[in-house]
């Protein structure tokens, strides 16, 4: 044993809170607020879809602060070939 768990198995994943999906929809539509020029109220009804379809996957914590940091690594690419 080595933590209180046995050797060789995996903790169990830690499903990710609402604040955490919240937060990678919000990066998400920062990154595509700022290529797109749609009307305010269709930005709302994306993000509320997008909301919705991130909340019904089965995201772990560690999934949302992978994918955070992929859009962020993406997003600093982006702005340095602009």
Known sequence: MRGGEPVGEKPAAVAASAGEINRLANEIERMLGSASERPAA?????????????????????????????????????????
Not at 47 to 73: C, E, F, I
């Open 42 to 82: 269709e930005q709302s009804k994306r993000h509320v879809r997008l909301r919705r379809m991130l909340m019904r996957w089965s995201l772990t914590s560690q999934d949302v602060t992978v994918a955070l940091g992929v859009l962020r690594d993406l997003s600093w690419r982006l702005r340095q070939r602009s």
